[in-house]
């Protein structure tokens, strides 16, 4: 009697410790877009517009046999990535494309909400452009270079630099720290 008076409250106890909750995570995850053909990525947070993270990928052929030869080519592979965030932020933000790629990732993320409006998705946008300005210098001197790979069998590599708030954050207390 004992033991399954025993089973069946363990069994309850466990069944209420793992009960799922009813909010839906999809309210507050942050979404994703692409540009530059895929190369670029950017998070950002379909409430407030608020830019989570950049992500860049470049890739660089490996010129010549040298003992040194793949570590420059990851150096210019990194050099290529942080430019393109550099031109993404100086050129592409301005752009039409980009609205266009934020108001349509805004659209597909709503597809379960049906809740937001049109006027609402082009705040969003507008939002999302004006994080970027404002963050602009944080975000470069936040990038890190996340992924490196060399592919010996083609004879390049593949660099992802990213950079996001908590990256941004760190690197302000590391220059603090440093005295700049």
Known sequence: MFKKLFIISSVVMLSACSTMQSTSKTEDSPIKAEFLGGSLKMTYDKKSGEVKMIESMATAKVASTLPGAVEESFTLATMRARKQIVEFMKTEVESENFSDVIYDTL??????????????????????????????SGILKGTFVAEKVY??????????VRSSDQDVEVAKRVSRMMGQ
């Not at 592919?151 to 992802?160: L, Q, Y």
């Open 151 to 160: 592919d010996e069998s083609t004879k390049t590599v593949r660099v992802i």
């Open 107 to 136: 659209q597909k993320s709503e597809t379960a909400d049906k809740e937001k409006t049109q006027s609402v998705n082009q705040n969003v946008t507008q939002a999302v452009k004006q994080s970027i300005r404002q963050k602009s």
